[in-house]
């Protein structure tokens, strides 16, 4: 096989943010490597690990960072790339700007490299309830029916992948404030639209009352934009405030 001449050769600069642990020293590394076909982000990262050489031919650690899916399913791989909040999965090398700098998300603990902890987002589920509540210890016949309409509302709602890229954009929300975000807010549209999830619909408009509930929302409306799954957020969010209203005056009243 004919070898490349090196000089026709490509590559690809990548800049990568690195942190041991929460609270440990930031430092930024530099790697260049060898550009093939379709590339993305995880592939280089996969490069790394076999050969963590830096661009100036030091020896380092591997960078740490996670996938699964690799189909922008699992919403595992969200990192911020190009100072973007997105998935490394579907970041294509050829479509981003050079040097890449790869970070953690900013919003939630650092647990190594491009790892965050995001556990603080599935609190949130339980929160709100993020659930249909139905007791399966015996047979309760067939659900009730909806309309097809609604069907493909929820559908469209139930796509998110508890990725973070929402609250990672969001201004309102981090550790400095007890938001609770437009991903759980969403759940909330989601599950209260379902006619067996809505008999606890009110528990859930209660939560959004309490502190970091949908009066804490901005509407900067940077969360819909950055979605990867171009969930309508912003809309969730004005139609719970709605119901959240109501709610309100239902108490009040009642």
Known sequence: MENLNPQTEKFVEVQIKRQEREGAEIHWETFRMKWRPNLNVIALLQDLQVSPITADGKGTTPPAWEAACLEEVCGTCSMVINGRPRQACTALVDQLEQPIRLEPFSKFPVIRDLITDRSRMFEHLKQVKAWVSIDGTYELGAGPRYSQTLALSRYKMSECMTCGCCLEACPNYGPQSPFIGPQAINQVRLFNAH?????????????????????DCGDAQNCVKACPKNIPLTESIAAVSRETTLHAIKNFFG
């Open 195 to 215: 006619p067996s999830g809505a008999m606890d619909a009110p528990e859930r408009l209660q939560s959004m009352m309490a502190p970091g509930g949908i009066t």
